[in-house]
C-alpha cells in the first residue's frame, strides 16, 4: 500500500513535441489521511500581466494508474495560439527558455509554460505543491504557478519565492473529476530545468533543535537504527560542547557535555552498533584534542592528544564495530595528518602524512575497518588510506582546494571512495570517485556563486546513490546524484541557513544538521520519503 505521503513523479517525457503550450498528465494516487502542517508558504497571491485559457476550457487528456507513474509519458495539448511553448525535453526534466520579449510584456508568446493534471482521489488535505530543479531556480520572482480554481472557473496565481507552494486548502483546487490542474509560467531570461513536481504534504519537516543559545556553529550528526538524530554541536554564546537528540516522539533531549573552558568547537560525532554517541572536539582553553563518550550511564572523557604548544583541530570520527573509535586530526607546529584509535586502555596515535592542511580534515572507514583520510591544502585535496600495514597518500585534485566537513568522505557498497571538495576562486563544489581505475571527477550542479558549496557534507547510501547537503550562498541546498543525473534543491531558504550543514542517512532518507546564522539557532530536517 503506497504511503499517505504520495510519490515525488519524475517528468521523463515521452513523444515529441508539436510546438505549442505542453501539458504534462501524471496520475498521484494515495491513501486518505491527514497532511501534517506545511511548511511556511513560498508564494504570494498575484494578479500577473498574462492570461491563460479558463479551466473549464481545458480536457483531461490522460489518466495513469497507481504502476503507472514512475514510467515515462506525457501528452501534448494546444492551449496557446500556436505559438512556441519554450519548454523542450532533456531525459528526464523539462528545460524552460523563455524567450526574449523587448517590451516587457509578458504573454503566453514569450514565457516558457507548462501544464499537469494530478489525480487526487482519496486524498484528504493536501496543503503543497513542490518542485525538483536540476539545479536552484536562479530567480524565483520570474517564477508564477496557476491552480485552476474550479467553483470561479478562473486560475489563481502565486508568485513563488522558493520550491514550495503552500495552500491553506486544496478544495478550492480539486476539479469535478478530482483532478488537480497546475499551471508553471517562467519569465525572464533565466533558463531552468525541471526534475519533478508534486501535490502533497511537505517533502522536508524541519525541527527547531536548539534556539536557547548562539547554537550549532559546529554541528555532528548521526542516526540511529530506530531513525531517530543525534547532534553533537557548539554552544557558541557559553563556549560548552552540547548533544541533543530527538526520539520517536518527536521530544528533542538537550544536555550540555563539557563546560570546563572554551570547547566545542570542530566537533565530530558518531555513533556505534548500540546507538552509543562517541563525539571528539577541539578544547580550545588547552589546545588539546578531547573525547566524550556514553555509554547509557553517563558521560566518560579522556584526552587524545596533548597540544604541547601545537593545536590539534579539524577532527573527524568513526567507529568501528562494535565501539572502536577511530579519529583523524591534524597538528599544527609539525604540519601532521595523524590518526588515533582506542586499543581497549589508552589512545594510540601515529603520523599519516605531513602536508600544511588549510581546512576540515574527514575520516571514513572503508569496509567498516580500514581508515582512510581526505584532506586538503592550498594547492592540493589528497587522499590517505590504511592499507597493507601502512598509510598510503595520493593526489586527487590540484588547486586552491578546501575539505570543508568532518563529513566530505564515504564509501559505497562496492567500496569505491567518495569525496566532495570546494574549488577557491571558481565558486564551484566537485564530487570524486576513487576506483581501480583512478579519481574520476565531475563539477556538481549547484548556483555558481560565492561560497557556494561551502560545508558540504555527503553519504551514499545502499543503492550507491550519493546525497550531499551544503550552503548555497545563502540557503541550505540538497543534491543527489542517481547514476549519472543530479537533482539539486533548496531545503531551507528561510534567511542565511546551511553553514555549517551535515549530512547522514536514515535508510536511504536524508538528514540534515545544520545552523540558522541569523536566528543563532540549530536545526534539523529530516526527508519524509
Not at 20 to 30: D, K, V
Not at 156 to 169: E, I, R, T
Not at 185 to 200: F, T
Not at 246 to 255: F, L, P, S
Request: charged letters at 15%.
Amino acid at each position: 500500500m503506497e504511503s499517505c505521503w504520495g510519490t515525488l513523479l519524475r517528468m521523463a517525457i515521452a513523444g515529441g513535441t508539436r510546438g505549442c503550450a505542453l501539458i504534462a498528465f501524471f496520475t498521484l494516487l494515495g491513501c486518505a489521511g491527514t497532511a501534517t502542517a506545511p511548511p511556511a508558504a513560498a508564494g504570494r497571491r498575484v494578479a500577473p500581466d498574462f492570461a491563460l485559457p479558463a479551466p473549464s476550457t481545458l480536457a483531461r487528456q490522460a489518466a495513469y494508474v497507481d504502476a503507472d507513474r514512475t514510467l515515462p509519458g506525457a501528452l501534448y495539448y494546444d492551449l496557446s495560439d500556436g505559438g512556441d511553448c519554450h519548454v523542450t525535453v532533456n531525459g528526464t526534466s523539462a528545460v524552460f527558455s523563455p524567450s526574449w520579449d523587448w517590451y516587457g510584456v509578458h504573454t503566453l508568446a514569450n514565457a516558457a509554460r507548462v501544464f499537469y493534471v494530478f489525480d487526487v482521489t482519496d486524498y484528504a488535505d493536501i496543503p503543497t505543491v513542490e518542485f525538483e530543479w536540476a539545479f536552484p531556480i536562479a530567480d524565483y520572482s520570474d517564477l508564477y504557478v496557476g491552480l485552476a480554481r474550479w467553483g470561479a472557473d478562473r486560475w489563481d496565481w502565486f508568485a513563488m519565492s522558493g520550491p514550495v507552494l503552500s495552500l491553506p486548502k486544496i478544495a478550492p483546487y480539486v476539479s469535478p473529476d478530482r483532478g488537480i490542474y497546475v499551471a508553471v509560467v517562467l519569465l525572464g531570461l533565466n533558463s531552468a530545468q525541471l526534475n519533478s513536481i508534486r501535490v502533497g504534504p511537505q517533502l522536508w519537516k524541519i525541527y527547531t533543535v536548539d534556539n536557547s543559545v548562539d547554537a550549532g556553529g559546529c554541528s555532528g550528526l548521526a542516526m540511529d537504527t530506530a531513525g531517530n538524530p543525534h547532534i553533537a554541536y557548539s554552544d557558541e554564546s557559553n563556549g560548552d560542547l552540547r548533544y541533543a537528540y530527538i526520539d520517536g516522539d518527536g521530544t528533542t533531549h538537550i544536555e550540555t557535555v563539557d563546560s570546563l573552558g572554551d570547547v566545542g568547537r570542530q566537533c565530530s560525532l558518531a555513533l556505534d552498533s548500540a546507538d552509543h554517541p562517541h563525539i571528539v572536539y577541539y578544547n580550545a582553553t588547552e589546545s588539546d584534542l578531547e573525547y566524550a563518550y556514553n555509554d547509557g550511564s553517563g558521560w566518560a572523557y579522556s584526552t587524545i592528544d596533548f597540544a604541547d604548544n601545537d593545536v590539534l583541530q579539524y577532527a573527524s570520527i568513526a567507529i568501528e564495530a562494535p565501539a572502536k573509535p577511530h579519529v583523524a586530526y591534524y597538528k599544527t607546529g609539525p604540519q601532521q595528518i595523524r590518526h588515533a584509535s582506542y586499543d581497549g586502555s589508552k589512545w594510540v596515535s601515529e603520523l599519516v602524512v605531513v602536508a600544511p592542511v588549510n581546512d576540515q580534515l574527514s575520516l571514513a572507514l572503508a569496509g567498516g575497518i580500514n581508515p582512510a583520510i581526505a584532506y586538503s591544502t592550498d594547492v592540493r585535496a589528497g587522499y590517505a588510506w590504511f592499507e597493507g600495514g601502512a598509510w598510503q597518500d595520493e593526489q586527487v585534485a590540484t588547486g586552491a582546494l578546501y575539505v570543508d566537513s568532518a563529513r566530505a568522505l564515504a564509501f559505497d557498497a562496492s567500496g569505491r571512495a567518495w569525496l566532495v571538495y570546494l574549488k577557491l576562486f571558481t565558486t564551484r563544489a566537485y564530487l570524486a570517485c576513487r576506483d581501480a581505475g583512478g579519481w574520476a571527477i565531475q563539477a556538481i550542479p549547484l548556483p555558481i556563486d560565492w561560497n557556494a558549496g561551502s560545508g558540504a557534507s555527503l553519504a551514499v547510501d545502499s543503492a550507491d546513490v550519493v546525497h550531499l547537503a551544503c550552503y548555497g550562498n545563502p540557503h541550505l541546498i540538497y543534491a543527489r546524484l542517481d547514476g549519472a543525473s543530479w537533482t539539486v534543491t533548496e531545503v531551507d531558504s528561510s534567511g542565511w541557513v546551511g553553514l555549517p550543514a551535515c549530512l547522514a542517512l536514515d535508510g536511504d532518507k536524508p538528514c540534515i544538521s545544520y545552523h540558522h546564522e541569523g536566528n543563532r539557532e540549530l536545526l534539523f530536517a529530516r526527508r519524509l520519503y
